[in-house]
Structure formats: structure tokens, C-alpha cells
Antibody, heavy 121, light 107 residues
Framework: EVQLVESGGGLVQPGRSLRLSCAAS????????MHWVRQAPGKGLEWVSG????????AYADSVKGRFSISRDNSKNSLFLQMDSLRAEDMALYYC??????????????WGKGTTVTVSS | EIVLTQSPGTLSLSPGDRATLSCRAS???????LAWFQQKPGQAPRLLIY???SRATGIPDRFSGSGSGTDFTLTISSLEPEDFAVYYC????????FGGGTKVEIK
């Protein structure tokens, strides 16, 4: 079964850091670009960041550029999101998502259940 | 950045009704790279439609997508009880943006 499982969320103070992980199973991670999408409480979906299959191409939403860093370890079937200088507006449920056919900019057909990030003092 | 505007914000309908959801883009969406997702409370988004009109695997044929350029529509031909949810459109033509969502609620 194709599956994505996020972890690493939690309560963090403004200005601090957090590292999210996404464990992939049921498919070969290195065949796919991967993305992070977030959803603030009661709000809509927002694309956060994406990474190509080999990590050579990365992209970020303007709202997180310079503060977040995406990476991957294909040998461990894992995707990561390093979040620094966290702000209240970063508080959200963070989803890991896989685009179909491995293309970077493509529709996302597999989603994890998400991990919650709470930013509060 | 392409901005997607969904309307209406809320649609109040009864089971068996036809639902028509709109997604309008601020500029043309290349190659009809437009997807629709369904999201229920406490669940991850579920892909319904991609390429504006292609149904994803396992999606019932009561769901259909249409449109091109800047105007796209998701139609649910006859609402089932499990279809009451929030629906998002997303464009993926060189960047990613989501619409604000349409909630389909029971009247």
C-alpha cells in the first residue's frame, strides 16, 4: 500500500525551530518529486515547498522562503522540512504529498494524514 | 502568481441534488493543469479530478470536471450523503496555488 506518514510536529515557541519528517512506503521515493502542503486551522490549503527526485531542484512559497528548508534521503525513503524562525502564522497541519508520475509540478495523488505544528509562547 | 477564486463559498443542497462548483483563475491555466480535491473533517485532501476533466482512480462517475483557460467547473450529478464536504481546486501549471474552497453542506 502506498503510504506517507508525517511526524515531528509539536508545540514550539515563536522564533524557534522544528524539523518535520515524512516516511514513504509502498513505492520508490527516488522516482518522485515531493511536496509539503499546509493548512492553518479552519483555513484552506497552501503549498509550502517542493523538491525534485534527486534534491537538485527545490522551491518555496514566498511566505516561508529563507526560513524553511526541504531535503530528502532516498536511501531512507524520507522527506524532511526544516522550519526555522517559526511564526504564529506558520501554525498549521503540515501534509506531505506526492505528485503523480514523478513530475515536479503535477497533481498530487497521494497525501499523508499530516502532522500538527503549533507556534505559541 | 495565479490566483484561484472559488464560488460559491457555501452550497446548501439536499441529497440527490446536482452541485455545480466554480473555480476561476486570474490568468490562463496552462494545459488545463487544474485539479479538484475533496476534504472531509479530520481527513487529508482526496484527489477527484486532474487535467480539468479526468477522474482519478476510484472516483465515482457522478463527479465530473470541465473547463479550460480561466474558468473551470466541478459537477456532482446527484449528491450522495458522503459527498457533503469541502472542495478545493488547484492549479499546477508551473507553480501551485489552491482556491479558497467551497463547502457543500446539507440543506
Amino acid at each position: 500500500e502506498v503510504q506517507l506518514v508525517e511526524s515531528g510536529g509539536g508545540l514550539v515557541q515563536p522564533g524557534r525551530s522544528l524539523r518535520l519528517s515524512c516516511a514513504a512506503s509502498g513505492f520508490t521515493l527516488e522516482d518522485y518529486a515531493m511536496h509539503w502542503v499546509r493548512q492553518a486551522p479552519g483555513k484552506g490549503l497552501e503549498w509550502v515547498s517542493g523538491i525534485s527526485w534527486d534534491g537538485g531542484n527545490v522551491a518555496y512559497a514566498d511566505s516561508v522562503k529563507g526560513r524553511f528548508s526541504i531535503s530528502r534521503d532516498n536511501s531512507k525513503n524520507s522527506l524532511f522540512l526544516q522550519m526555522d524562525s517559526l511564526r504564529a502564522e506558520d501554525m498549521a497541519l503540515y501534509y506531505c504529498a506526492r505528485p503523480a508520475a514523478g513530475f515536479f509540478y503535477y497533481y498530487m495523488d497521494v497525501w499523508g494524514k499530516g502532522t500538527t505544528v503549533t507556534v505559541s509562547s | 502568481e495565479i490566483v484561484l477564486t472559488q464560488s460559491p463559498g457555501t452550497l446548501s443542497l439536499s441529497p440527490g441534488d446536482r452541485a455545480t462548483l466554480s473555480c476561476r483563475a486570474s490568468q490562463s491555466v496552462s494545459s488545463s493543469y487544474l485539479a479538484w480535491f475533496q476534504q472531509k473533517p479530520g481527513q487529508a485532501p482526496r484527489l477527484l479530478i486532474y487535467g480539468a476533466a479526468s477522474r482519478a482512480t476510484g472516483i465515482p462517475d457522478r463527479f465530473s470536471g470541465s473547463g479550460s483557460g480561466t474558468d473551470f467547473t466541478l459537477t456532482i450529478s446527484s449528491l450522495e450523503p458522503e459527498d457533503f464536504a469541502v472542495y478545493y481546486c488547484q492549479q499546477y501549471g508551473g507553480s501551485f496555488t489552491f482556491g479558497g474552497g467551497t463547502k457543500v453542506e446539507i440543506k
